[in-house]
């Protein structure tokens, strides 16, 4: 068993990552690869504003909203979310995430390990 301290979790500034735009980004990384065989955790820290480009996953990907307002899209499809929503998100499923204009937002993302994101053009 591991029990994980959030406070104790280093925040890093994801924001030159070239999925993101708009605004600061930031995550924590809880659990990756190094640490379980099956689940990629984090939480990711959205400014307002601030955005993912569309993309996939080649695993499902689970998004638990923790904070704020935010907006989660498919092709076809926009859905503003807000605390204690969560959002299942089918593996090759072209969608972005990210918060609204006038809020901040917060949400944990899981993943299975090696899983690929590839940003969509």
């Known amino acids: 068993m591991r029990v994980i301290n959030m406070s104790e979790v280093p925040t890093e500034d994801a924001s030159n990552n070239a999925i993101f ?60 979310v807000g605390e204690g929503t969560t959002v299942h998100i089918s593996a090759g499923e072209k969608h972005w995430h990210g918060a609204t204009d006038e809020s901040q937002f917060s949400h944990i993302t899981i993943t299975a390990v090696g899983s690929v994101t590839e940003i969509s053009t």
């Open 21 to 80: 735009y708009g605004g600061a980004v930031s995550r924590q990384d809880i659990v990756s690869d190094q640490t379980s065989e099956f689940f990629n955790f984090s939480i990711v820290n959205f400014d307002a504003g601030a955005r993912n480009r569309f993309h996939t996953h080649t695993s499902d990907q689970i998004l638990i909203v923790t904070q704020g307002n935010g907006i989660v899209a498919t092709e076809n499809e926009e859905r503003v």
